[in-house]
C-alpha cells in the first residue's frame, strides 16, 4: 500500500481533529467584572465570551489603548523576548481595529479605556512545523496540514471602560491553531500565538463597537502607524514561498512610542 493510497484516510482523521472548538479558558480576574459575559454559539474554531452595553458603548467616541500586559505566569517556558512579540503583537492588531470604530485619543484624560491581557500562551511546535511545511508542498488544494500536538494558540481578555471607569464591554477569547485549516505552520514557538492576534482583535472590535457603528476608513495619518504597515505583503509572499508563517516578515516594524503607560 502506498502513502498516496493512505493519504485520504489521513487526512479525513485530521478533519476530524480540526472541527474541535477551543475549550474556554478559566477568568484571570483581569476585567473588572466576568459575570455579564456570555458564550457566543456557532463559533467553529474559538472560545467567544463577550458582553456589551449598548447604551455605554454607544455614548464613547475618544477611546485611550493601555499596553497589552501578560497576567499569571504566561508561556513560562518562552523568552522574554517572545513574550515581548506577542504583547506588541497583540497591541498592533487592537490599534487598528479600535481605530476603524473609535477614535484614538492622544491622552487618557476625559477619554474611554481599552485594556488587554494575554491570559494563554500555547507555544508551537518547531518541528512538527518543519515536516508540515514539507508534508504542504506535496499536498494539493488550498490550506495547509499540521501534526497534531504540535500546534500552539493564545487565549486573551479585553475590556472597554468609560470615562467613569464603568466597564461598556467585554471579552474574553481563546483560539488554538488548527491542524488542517490557514494556520500556516512556524518555526517560532510563538508562530501560532502570534496568527492568533489579528482574530482576537477582529472580535475585540466587533464585541467593543455599538451594532450601529459601522467600520470605518482608515484615519490619515494611520493612528497605528507607529507600528509599521497594516498590510504586510513580504509576510504573504513567504507563506507562499515556503509555506512557514515568519514573524520577521509578518509583524510589522519596531513600535516607535508606547500606546499608553510604558511597560514594566
Known amino acids: 500500500m502506498t502513502f498516496r493510497s493512505l493519504l485520504p484516510a489521513g487526512l479525513l482523521a485530521v478533519c476530524g481533529l480540526a472541527a474541535c472548538q477551543t475549550a474556554p479558558t478559566a477568568d484571570s480576574g483581569f476585567l473588572s467584572a466576568y459575570d455579564r459575559l456570555e458564550a457566543q454559539e456557532g463559533t467553529v474554531r474559538a472560545s467567544i465570551r463577550q458582553h456589551r452595553d ?31 512579540l506577542i504583547l506588541r503583537e497583540v497591541d498592533r492588531q487592537v490599534c487598528y481595529e479600535i481605530s ?14 481599552v485594556r488587554t491581557a494575554v491570559v494563554r ?61 490557514t494556520d500556516s505552520p512556524s518555526l517560532s514557538r510563538v508562530g501560532d500565538a502570534l496568527q492568533m492576534a489579528e482574530p482576537f482583535a477582529d472580535a ?6 455599538p451594532v450601529d457603528r459601522p467600520v470605518r476608513a482608515i484615519p490619515d495619518p494611520d493612528p497605528c502607524g507607529r507600528f509599521g504597515p497594516r498590510n504586510q505583503p513580504g509576510g504573504f509572499l513567504t507563506r507562499l514561498v515556503t509555506g512557514l508563517y515568519v514573524p520577521e516578515v509578518n509583524t510589522g516594524t519596531r513600535e516607535d512610542a508606547p500606546a499608553g503607560t510604558p511597560r514594566p
Open 54 to 84: 449598548e447604551t455605554r458603548a454607544s455614548g464613547i467616541e475618544q477611546v485611550w489603548l493601555e499596553p497589552a500586559v501578560l497576567v499569571g505566569p504566561v508561556g513560562g517556558s518562552l523568552t522574554d523576548e517572545d513574550r515581548a
Open 204 to 209: 475585540v472590535g466587533d464585541a467593543f463597537a
Open 121 to 181: 500562551i500555547d507555544p508551537t511546535g518547531p518541528e512538527g512545523s518543519a515536516v508540515a511545511a514539507v508534508a504542504n508542498a506535496f499536498i494539493p488544494g488550498p490550506g495547509t496540514v499540521r501534526v497534531p500536538g504540535t500546534t500552539g494558540g493564545l487565549a486573551a481578555e479585553a475590556e472597554l471602560l468609560d470615562a467613569a471607569g464603568a466597564q461598556a464591554a467585554a471579552l474574553a477569547w481563546a483560539r488554538n491553531a488548527n491542524v488542517l485549516g
Open 100 to 113: 476603524e470604530r473609535f477614535t484614538l485619543a492622544a491622552s487618557p484624560d476625559g477619554a474611554a479605556r
